[in-house]
């Protein structure tokens, strides 16, 4: 009897936890977080707006493959494209163009450049990207993803894009 009564008692906290543990709050997980930061009131979404620049119409500007490198474009959509530049199969950077129509803060950057490729205003930002602004519209960025590609390798790939190009879609 004892022995029975004890099986009912631990059947009943036990139940009782898993009831308690169940209706309690789990802490949100990263990805629900971040959404529920970029939900909240004042926080910066910015939209694509109707008029920026097909993604696709950005590919015929980029460097092609050739001198041990390969370009891979991996992403494109309304106002941007990105693709990565491989080497002997490893990504040492990454590229892209970004229609800056949806987001007139991202050219402001730009203001005070005293550097530019081909007479367009030129900037670093951090230590691993560097940007150009071609037609006062669209941002041509390389992010280095490896050590081994330098601010000078970044340099060079930028001239190597078809900026003038670029800049007629404006």
């Known amino acids: 009897m004892l022995k029975k009564f004890r099986q009912i008692i631990c059947s009943v906290f036990l139940i009782s936890l898993l009831l308690l543990n169940s209706c309690s ?34 590919n015929k500007f980029f460097p092609s493959s ?31 163009v970004f229609d800056t129509i949806s987001n007139k803060a991202a050219a402001d950057d730009f203001e005070n450049s005293s550097n530019n490729i081909k007479g367009y205003p030129t900037v670093e930002k951090g230590t691993n990207t560097t940007a150009v602004l071609v037609g006062d519209r669209f941002q ?16 060079l790939w930028l001239e190597k894009f078809n900026l003038d190009g670029l800049a007629k879609l404006d």
């Open 66 to 96: 050739g001198d041990g490198y390969e370009r891979v474009f991996t992403q494109e959509k309304q106002g941007f494209v990105q693709a990565k530049l491989k080497q002997e199969g490893k990504e040492v950077a990454a590229i892209s």
């Open 140 to 155: 041509v960025k390389i992010t280095s993803r490896d050590p081994s590609f330098s601010r000078e390798d970044r340099i």
């Open 25 to 58: 709050s789990q802490p949100a997980s990263r990805f629900e977080q971040a959404q529920q930061e970029s939900l909240q009131t004042g926080t910066r979404n910015t939209a694509v707006v109707k008029d920026a620049e097909s993604g696709a119409s950005f």
